[in-house]
């Protein structure tokens, strides 16, 4: 069990880290498109043999989970989906243009919102739309996100015909009295019936999302929904601590900061969640991410092989990610961009087949180096601190504190993160931080650390 002196010392507000710059301080003065996208075409250059990522944002939901932080659309309205996966493949026939091959794919996310908004009749026509224009590598990885309320035997049926092999559901907590309060509803017998479905289909790995630090959440609810999570052995769990950002997402001002279990409270449930889980099979495999031996995620990061992009932690690399749909980021590793959020400002700028670029950064010499060491933390538990490097004695300095307090490790340019700093990844990578140490934000624009 962690100290209740380290969590108070430690629950800070800080970064999940999904890229380095973070995105409040991307340098949007020295990005534009054409400089994106001459980072796009110099990493698939460098890269082709290994393929692209490809993240789809499906925006869509029927109902508002007001925990949720995504990029959403509300609406009962399915007329929509045509329209949206139109634009959608012309952006991709957009960037194929800038490639200027029919591109290989080593790994497809769809993500939201909620997939499952859309028929499966629709889902079809996105990836046939994808998958004819593309070359999809022996060993990709194509994976989904469905609400247990909504994926039918059809959308599970459909997606596997398209490749998909991966399923992620979001459980979240199955107590009735958080679920109201979340306004996210699934049964036991929901999410057992369509993980049977999954699986008798001939999905291999299929993945359950949990939050820890929902309002009116107990150590009971979370005793008993990881109870019933163990009995239907999902291959992967992700264990997220809850991101209150209501300054950001209105609908989480719903309830109010003395629903929230917080500090020492939230980093209790944490702890009996995990070791709970521990104790059902699964290993801890990185930052809030759990898995079976026998996934793919846990023996790659056994064998040092773990990436994280956007789209969360993942066994295979690639150089290039590509985000199509609203509020999706790319990546290509010299660089990032993002699309604007409006669902009509994205369909009328796709219309004028104009990319829907809204902001983007172009990473330094120096943002490379940090870049790196971050991803090390969050996939290796470990990094090499250049000792050639003008910000060598400043990362030492700060990372004294976490060593006298057990967080890390340093032998010469070797830094190790403990088993006890695993819980405090987020803190240990902001060590490393120069963007956000330098210019501390006056007001508080992440979640908290614990």
């Known amino acids: 069990m962690i100290s209740t002196e380290l969590v108070r010392k430690y629950n800070v507000a800080a970064p999940r880290y999904t890229s380095y710059p973070t995105v409040p301080y991307w340098d949007l003065n020295q990005w534009d498109q054409q400089k994106w996208f001459d980072t796009v075409t110099r990493s698939y250059n460098e890269s082709c043999d290994l393929g692209i990522s490809l993240y789809i944002h499906l925006p869509f939901c029927e109902n508002l989970c007001t925990y949720c932080g995504c990029t959403t659309r509300i609406t009962k309205n399915h007329k929509v989906e045509g329209p949206y996966i139109d634009a959608v493949l012309t952006e991709w026939k957009m960037y194929r243009q800038v490639l200027g091959v029919k591109p290989q794919i080593r790994e497809i996310h769809l993500g939201g919102g909620t997939p499952t908004f859309f028929s499966p009749e629709n889902l079809r026509r996105l990836m046939d739309g994808i998958l004819q224009s593309s070359v999809l590598l022996p060993d990709a990885d194509l994976s989904f996100e469905g609400h247990p309320a909504n994926t039918s035997p059809e959308h599970l049926k459909t997606l596997y015909q ?15 009295t958080v679920q109201l309060v979340i306004n996210r509803k699934q049964s036991v017998e929901q999410v057992r019936d369509v993980t049977v479905a999954a699986r008798n289909l001939g999905y291999t790995s299929v993945n359950y999302d949990l939050i820890y630090g929902l309002p009116l959440q107990k150590l009971s609810s979370i005793t008993n929904t990881i109870a019933e999570v163990i009995k239907l052995k999902p291959d992967r769990i992700a264990y997220y601590s809850y991101a209150h950002v ?32 521990l104790g059902g099979g699964y290993h801890d495999i990185g930052m809030d991410h759990f898995s079976l031996e026998d996934d793919k995620l846990y023996k790659a990061a056994l064998a040092g092989k773990l990436h994280r992009n956007f789209m969360g932690y993942t066994h295979q690399y690639t150089k290039l990610s590509i985000g199509l749909g609203v509020s999706s980021i790319s990546d290509s590793w010299y660089g990032f961009a993002q699309n604007l959020k409006s669902v009509e400002e994205y369909l009328d700028l796709i219309s004028k087949e104009e990319f829907p670029l809204i902001k983007g950064h172009i990473l330094t010499a120096e943002d490379l180096v940090v870049r790196r060491i971050i991803l090390d933390i969050m996939c290796k538990r470990s990094a090499i601190l250049p000792h050639d490097i003008p910000l060598f004695n400043e990362f030492t300095e700060r990372l004294e504190p976490l060593q006298m307090d057990g967080l890390v490790t340093i032998d010469g340019k070797d830094l190790r993160v403990t088993d006890k700093g ?26 908290s650390a614990v």
Not at 162 to 176: A, H, L, T
Not at 247 to 259: A, N, V
Not at 433 to 447: C, G, R, T, Y
């Open 162 to 176: 398209c490749g998909f092999k991966r399923v992620s559901f979001g459980i979240q907590d199955f107590d009735p």
């Open 246 to 277: 209501p300054w950001i997402k209105p609908g989480q001002r719903s309830f109010t900061e003395k629903d929230l279990p917080v500090n020492e409270e939230k980093r209790q449930l944490y702890e009996h969640g995990r070791n709970l889980l």
């Open 422 to 447: 695993l819980a405090f990844l987020r803190n240990i990578c902001m060590c490393f931080d120069q963007k956000l140490l330098s210019n501390a934000p006056e007001s508080q624009i992440f979640s």
